[in-house]
């Protein structure tokens, strides 16, 4: 079997399994086997593949029909351009929170204090402390197997970072100039309506935000307060249509500047929000 005629069965069983994108996870797991660019693919896709890396190619490809996360047979995804490790234990990075961390850079200043609620893979926190101007960082997560992970991407990435195990702000000492988040905030009774890949294989103590998806706003937005310095700011991901809602929450906690921000879909990704200066 050549390359092409391997990727070409992958596609193939992919459909069958309704797989989306099923011919770019089909290529994309061949170069993760076989350790290739999508140029050297093209430059070898007639050539015979090694019996060894065809059956732990076709393994894979078995493992994607089940609907496994294509970040969770390779352990990676890119965020913000950095690598991150990803497992079932963490939220798999996406593009729509590259938002909030930009929207972060652009309010930052050099030396800030930042902590980072619910960080999952790290992915918010180290980006800005890779990305931001001298930086000091704590991430937070109720996950023990999820701090692992940001730990490890941590080192991967070459920042240092602090790493608390808390439920929110139960075990965060001190104050900070800025606050980050991206909660849980899926609606409970949604779960069950979520891709395969999501509802079977991510956390669902990172998905479930309760009744009305917003459970952690109604905590974090009142407590953050007492940790931020003043002018610092609050940024937080929300659902698509939870915007009104959560800037109302902003708003009731005396928070100035108060925005929602859009993500490239133009749909509401982003509220943030600065604590007044006394």
Not at 72 to 83: H, I, K, N, V, Y
Not at 119 to 132: A, E, H, N
Not at 183 to 210: C, F, T
């Amino acid at each position: 079997m050549t390359y092409s005629e391997a990727v070409h069965k992958a596609k193939c069983c992919l459909e069958q399994h309704e797989v989306p994108d099923s011919g770019i996870d089909a290529l994309l797991l061949l170069q993760f086997v076989c350790g290739i660019t999508r140029a050297h693919y093209y430059a070898v896709r007639e050539d015979p593949m090694p019996e060894e890396e065809s059956d732990k190619f076709m393994e894979l490809v078995r493992r994607r029909s089940d609907r496994i996360p294509l970040q969770q047979l390779t352990g990676e995804q890119q965020f913000m351009g950095l690598p991150f490790h990803v497992s079932e234990d963490v939220l798999t990075p996406r593009q729509d929170t590259e938002i909030l961390v930009e929207e972060a850079l652009k309010r930052v200043r050099p030396g800030a204090r930042i902590l980072d609620l619910c960080t999952g893979s790290g992915c918010i926190l180290i980006s800005l402390l890779k990305l931001g101007p001298d930086l000091e960082g704590t991430g937070s997560d109720l996950s023990g197997k999820a701090l692992d992970i940001a730990a490890g991407n941590a080192e991967m990435n070459k920042v240092e970072v602090s790493f608390v195990q808390s439920d929110l702000f139960a075990r965060i000492p001190g104050t900070f100039d800025m606050i980050v988040s991206n909660p849980p905030y899926i609606v409970s009774s949604v779960i069950g309506s979520l891709m395969e890949e999501v509802r079977n294989h991510e956390p669902l103590m990172a998905l479930d935000g309760g009744t009305d998806g917003l459970d952690f706003y109604r905590r974090i937005v009142p407590e953050s307060v007492d940790y931020l310095n003043p002018g610092g700011w609050l940024i937080v991901e929300i659902g698509y249509d939870q915007g009104d809602l959560v800037r109302s929450m902003f708003v009731d906690h005396q928070y100035k500047d108060v925005d929602v921000i859009r993500d490239l879909g133009g749909n509401d990704r982003v509220v943030l929000g600065r604590k007044a200066i006394v």
